[in-house]
């Protein structure tokens, strides 16, 4: 089943992205968050969230069906 198609806004303000070079995930059955984390390359022990999503299950799915077609 395809998916409809929506007129997303992307403001300004997030249009650049983050870079991160890690990913934090956890949560229960219902929901995960994912922090998206930069580790400083001259210290690997030090790192930055710099973005955090929580996601109901739904979407993790769909995430994962989706990440699945690049391998």
Do not use: H, Y
Request: with cysteine; aromatic share 6%; charged share 30%.
């Amino acid at each position: 089943m395809s998916e409809p198609e929506r007129d997303i806004d992307v403001p300004p303000s997030v249009q650049a992205g983050v870079w991160a070079n890690d990913v934090d995930v956890f949560g229960d059955v219902e929901e995960l968050t994912l922090d998206f984390v930069r580790i400083e390359p001259r210290d690997p022990k030090v790192g930055v969230v710099v973005a955090r999503v929580t996601l109901p299950l739904s979407c993790i799915l769909k995430v994962k069906r989706d990440l699945e077609r690049f391998q």
